[in-house]
């Protein structure tokens, strides 16, 4: 009875944490990384809870197939939040390259009284 009690409350927090990757997602959605990343790192208490109960609780062959298919299922939204956030970074890097070299340009052919000709580089 004790150890039915401790599965449903293990259930319980994977599914916390199943939610919590959903609305992450959301969050990453949004572009609200603040609070995504807040988000974060709120669960790495429940996720060492879930470590602890695991780590004393004898699992019957249903309890452990279901557990699992819960798990798989948090390992992909995590990882499909992962994806999303390389991409963003991505994204930000070719933009920051892009504004960089605009930036380069720029100052290369604003007027300054004190540079009297200079070479610019524009294979960089």
Known sequence: MQDEKQFEQLMLQYTQLKNGAEDIARMIDNE???TAITRIRAREELYLSCKCIRKYLEL???QQ???ETLLDEIREL???N???LEKGMED???ELKIN???KKIQNAYQINPD???SIVNLQE
């Open 65 to 67: 197939k279901e557990l």
């Open 100 to 102: 960089q070299k605009t």
């Open 115 to 117: 540079s009297k000709g």
């Open 60 to 62: 019957t062959p249903v």
């Open 82 to 84: 992962i994806k999303k």
């Open 32 to 34: 609200d990384f603040d």
């Open 92 to 94: 930000v890097q070719k």
């Open 78 to 80: 995590e990882l499909a």
